[in-house]
């Protein structure tokens, strides 16, 4: 009789471990698909501000092209000073919006990063000397980013550091390079457009 209760009492033990098992399994289960929506989630939100963030890029780069441009020198003081004004005004609403999407990198990134970023600011610093020499150097920096041929010589050091960099890095580092590409282009001309109502000018006075 004895032994009879003792096997009953194991048997419902056993029943009761093999019934908490299952529970906590399923409840495992049901964290890590919570956790999954989640990290689904997590990305979306990542996404979308850095959709964002290009979007603030843009804007600001748009409002000076806007104030640099042809256009704007060709309106009267009184009107351009206005218009000055209004582009400043939405320069200082965009710039007191903050987006920031950190990424997670490693120390060999991270040093990747700081020498591709010192090599731009560098090349930055020579356009300001020699926009010809400094617009060639950005082609080629730019050439080691693109997945497709270029044509134009390719940086192959600058393209080794780069590809060492974390991927939404490297995807900065273009947008930055094809950004400067854009300023330069629209300096050159605005430079053509300046030198040729300079020689121009002469003409329109009857001289």
């Given at each position: 009789m004895a032994q009879t209760k003792i096997q009953a009492k194991m048997t419902d033990a056993q029943c009761a471990?093999?019934?908490r098992t299952l529970?906590?399994?399923d409840r495992s289960g049901r964290l890590l698909e919570t956790l999954d929506e989640l990290e689904m989630r997590v990305e979306a939100l990542r996404e979308a501000a850095s959709a964002m963030e290009q979007e603030r890029e843009c804007?600001?780069?748009?409002?000076?092209?806007?104030?640099?441009?042809?256009?704007?020198?060709?309106?009267?003081a009184g009107e351009?000073?206005?218009l000055d004004l209004t582009a400043n005004r939405l320069m200082g609403r965009t710039l007191s919006v903050e987006i920031s999407v950190g990424t997670i990198r490693n120390p060999q990134q991270e040093d990747a990063l700081n020498k591709a970023t010192a090599i731009i600011d560098e090349m930055?610093?020579?356009l300001l000397?020699?926009?010809?020499?400094?617009?060639?150097r950005l082609l080629a920096l730019h050439a080691a980013c693109v997945t497709e041929a270029p044509p134009c010589p390719i940086d192959q050091k600058f393209q080794a550091i780069v590809i060492?960099?974390?991927?939404?890095?490297?995807?900065k580092i273009k947008r930055r390079?094809?950004?400067l590409l854009r300023n330069v282009e629209n300096a050159d001309k605005n430079i053509k457009i300046m030198d040729h109502q300079k020689l121009e000018q002469p003409k329109a006075n009857g001289c």
């Open positions: 471990k093999f019934s529970s906590m399994a804007i600001l780069e748009m409002i000076q092209s806007i104030q640099n441009g042809q256009e704007m020198r060709n309106i009267c351009r000073e206005e930055v610093k020579k000397d020699d926009m010809e020499c400094g617009r060639q060492s960099c974390a991927l939404e890095d490297q995807k390079l094809e950004t």
